[in-house]
């Protein structure tokens, strides 16, 4: 071995203990994970999470872009009809079933980035590790996000036309006709018109 050689050597020996003797003095970086929290990054893709918009209605219009774009295939959809009585969604259609098969899913979040309504994300759960491998389907109830549809009622018309609409009911056929001036051609005193018993009086729509 030449000089040259053995200088290589003690360089690439140099830099490799340089990094052991730095983390040496520094206080270590311990999870006390499940007597602690476990901390996240932001970006942390977990599972996965459905959510609702500002009306508490699911985001999810069943639209299968999320199951299309999955390249492991653990999405499963079934869609159905929202109806005016029980509205689930606020489009056509809703997810009546939403399941994620977490045995073989790969976390790439093709789904989230896919989805039009941004209905699905990737949340913080990581707890996936179940003695049984059918408990890693998860089901819609359990990915959902808590919250439930509000309770519409039906717009009312504004106070001054309802009170509009109850004076003109009230004040009989004099309230209600029109004025007619007198020896136009709708008057009913008018040269060659027809007697005043003929014409009906005009009602004005309220």
Known sequence: MNIGEMGKTAAALARGFGVTLRTMFRKPTTELF???????????RGIHVLHRDENGLEKCVACFLCAAACPANC??????????????SAGDRYAKAYNIDYSRCIFCGYCVESCPTDAITHGHGFELAPYNINALIYRKEQMLEAGA?????????????GTRQAGGAGAGNTSSSRA???????????????????????TRLS
């Open 34 to 44: 499940p007597d602690g929290p476990v901390k996240f990054e932001a970006r942390y």
């Open 75 to 88: 999405i499963y959809i079934e869609a159905a009809e929202n109806a005016a009585e029980n509205r689930i």
């Open 149 to 161: 549809p509000k309770q519409f009622r039906p717009l009312q018309p504004p106070k001054s036309i």
């Open 180 to 202: 007619v001036p007198k020896g136009t051609p709708e008057s009913p005193t008018a040269a060659g018109s027809p007697s005043a018993s003929a014409v009906p009086s005009p």
